[in-house]
């Protein structure tokens, strides 16, 4: 099974700051990574798919970036809603599409 | 709208069974390949089964394979998931989520554009 590690495990920032999350593939995923985040006692929502395509309606603050095995997501402008955990997935090896162990981003 | 609703979580003894549904709504069900993905309390996300859109195809993570068979009826919009020989560690939110191909570049990418909003499945004696 392809392995997924984000860091840090968890990341305490400011509303209007920049943050960027990492996340690493056991091996080369080319650019098969999709990024989540999720709400307490929510589902996930989808972000970006393809390492740095934005899913319709995401707000421009988020990117992605990275292939092979080292990917980031880069939150521009941190806003109240966007406090959240963060999960990469890699859809490399379909269907089996595994997640890294997630990133909670807290208000400072 | 796409909907999926979950049913069927709740507690259940060690060894005991279970079977936990997803009714789709809002789009062509057996367009789309569907998964379970569940989430221990406190914990991450771990997929646990897939099955393609007509069935004819089924996988599952080593950590439930054996135990737990998945399956689908597309004449009813619904999506199943058989939970047998059921441990302490299978304790968690059982979400279903669809499997959604975006096209980039001319490359076809999987990721889950909807999802349900989880039933727990609690394995105690």
């Known amino acids: 099974d392809i392995q997924m590690t984000q860091s840090p495990s968890s990341l305490s920032a400011s509303v209007g700051d920049r943050v960027t999350i990492t996340c690493r593939a056991s091996?080369?995923?080319?650019?098969?990574l999709n990024w989540y985040h999720q709400k307490p006692g929510k589902a996930p929502k989808l972000l970006i798919y393809?390492?740095?395509s934005l899913r319709s309606g995401v707000p421009s603050r988020f990117s992605g970036s990275g292939s092979g095995t080292e990917f980031t997501l880069t939150i521009s402008s941190l806003q109240p809603e966007d406090f959240a955990t963060y999960y990469c997935?890699?859809?490399?090896?379909?269907?089996?599409?595994?997640f890294g162990q997630g990133t909670k981003l807290e208000i400072k | 709208e796409v909907q999926l609703l979950e049913s069927g979580g709740g507690l259940v003894q060690p060894g005991g069974s279970l079977r936990l549904s997803c009714a789709a709504s809002?789009?062509?069900?057996?367009?789309?390949?569907m998964r379970w993905v569940r989430q221990a309390p406190g914990k991450g996300l771990q997929w646990v089964s897939v099955?393609?859109?007509?069935?004819?195809?089924?996988y599952y993570a080593d950590s439930v394979k054996g135990r737990f068979t998945i399956s689908r009826d597309n004449s009813e919009n619904t999506l199943y998931l058989q939970m047998n020989s059921l441990r302490a560690e299978d304790t968690a939110v059982y979400y279903c989520?669809?499997?959604?191909?975006?096209?980039?570049?001319?490359?076809?990418?999987?990721?889950?554009?909807?999802w349900g909003q989880g039933t727990l499945v609690t394995v105690s004696s």
């Open positions: 809002g789009f062509t069900f057996s367009s789309y390949a």
């Open positions: 989520a669809r499997d959604r191909s975006f096209d980039s570049s001319g490359y076809y990418y999987v990721g889950n554009d909807y």
């Open positions: 091996q080369s995923i080319s650019n098969f």
């Open positions: 393809a390492a740095s």
């Open positions: 997935q890699q859809s490399y090896s379909t269907p089996m599409h595994t």
């Open positions: 099955i393609s859109n007509s069935g004819g195809s089924t």
